[in-house]
């Protein structure tokens, strides 16, 4: 199992302000994915990246995979309280998830 | 609507009793899952089930029993409730095919006393 890990844990930050988190491993992605987990809720699947330097924008959200698959990143632009959330980054290998401990982010107005 | 729901949101139990999740989708996807969420661990899986009558283990199945008798429908059953199992659990479902999300339940939070 492919240890995921994600930084930072926490961030708290205000309305406007841009943010990065990130998430790493020492072995290579096949893919990754990021899912967002609102309080109260399960996790929604944000985006999938395949390949190597893959850079998908959703909105507000830029999403990296590093050259070599064994990074990725989150860049949020100007963020705002509907963002606050619990960003996961997650391994699918055949069905199967591994999910990075999380970046629990607060966005305050 | 279509979707997976979960049963019952909120549960209180004592150590010892027989407790049972419930989760239904309406997707007919075949591949189910059941994790749990804690503080420091992150989610876990616990059980998953590639089609009716097919289960196999995740990584923390001890001391949970599951089963997939319809399509729908993938219970979790905790035989004799332990402390240590007092968690948020999800169920979630997918079509089965590489990279496809896993769409997830609100979650069952569980406390065992």
């Known amino acids: 199992t492919q240890l995921l890990e994600q930084s930072p844990q926490f961030l708290s930050i205000q309305e406007g302000e841009n943010l990065t988190v990130y998430c790493n491993s020492s072995?290579?992605?096949?893919?990754l994915q990021w899912y967002r987990q609102e309080p109260g809720e399960g996790p929604v699947l944000l985006v999938t990246?395949?390949?190597?330097?893959e850079v998908k924008k959703l909105k507000r959200l830029t999403f990296q995979f590093g050259d070599a698959r064994k990074d990725s990143s989150l860049h949020i632009t100007a963020a705002q309280p509907g963002d606050t959330g619990l960003y996961l980054c997650v391994q699918n290998a055949g069905n199967m998830l591994t999910f990075g401990g999380g970046t629990r982010l607060m966005v305050k107005p | 609507d279509a979707g997976i729901t979960q049963s019952p949101r909120y549960k209180i139990t004592e150590t010892g009793r027989q407790v049972t999740l419930m989760c239904h989708q309406t997707w007919s996807h075949s591949y189910m899952f059941w994790y749990r969420q804690d503080l420091g661990h992150g989610l876990r899986l616990i059980y998953y089930?590639?089609?009716?009558?097919?289960?196999d283990k995740g990584e923390v199945p001890d001391g949970y029993v599951v089963s997939r008798s319809k399509t729908e429908n993938f219970p979790l059953t905790l035989e004799s409730a332990t402390r240590s199992q007092t968690s948020v659990y999800f169920c979630?479902?997918?079509?089965?095919?590489?990279?496809?999300?896993?769409?997830f339940g609100d979650g069952t939070r569980l406390s065992i006393l």
């Open positions: 072995s290579v992605f096949s893919s």
């Open positions: 990246v395949v390949t190597g330097g």
């Open positions: 089930s590639a089609a009716a009558d097919i289960t």
């Open positions: 979630a479902s997918s079509e089965g095919r590489s990279n496809q999300p896993q769409h």
